[in-house]
């Protein structure tokens, strides 16, 4: 816990990456609620800059970080047969995300 509030801090060890991934976790929940708080719509801008703050100090490539990802991609698996989630096809987001 204490390597947390440091890392939060930006104070302490800089080697200790969980601690920093824990506290860009929270840093990220901070400024989700505090824009729940406010009577902004969501956007996809506000999505992406909240996975910014999220995956700071995360093994994610760069590339990935705070965008709309413009392939096809799975989560867990081997393969997008057996994975747990398989995002949409890239032609199909701009449909999906228009929340209009």
Do not use: F
């Not at 824009?35 to 506000?46: D, F, G, H, I, R």
């Not at 965008?67 to 799975?74: L, M, P, S, T």
Request: charged share 20%; with cysteine.
């Amino acid at each position: 816990m204490v390597d947390i509030v440091l890392a939060e801090e930006r104070l302490g060890r800089h080697d200790v990456r969980a601690a920093a991934w824990v506290a860009s976790n929270l840093a990220a929940v901070s400024k989700a609620v505090t824009s729940a708080e406010s009577a902004a719509p969501l956007s996809v801008e506000m999505l992406c800059e909240w996975h910014r703050t999220l995956m700071t100090g995360s093994p994610v490539p760069e590339r990935y970080v705070g965008v709309i990802r413009g392939e096809q991609g799975w989560i867990g698996g081997s393969s997008p047969l057996d994975a747990h989630l398989v995002t949409p096809p890239p032609a199909e987001l701009p449909a999906l995300l228009d929340d209009r």
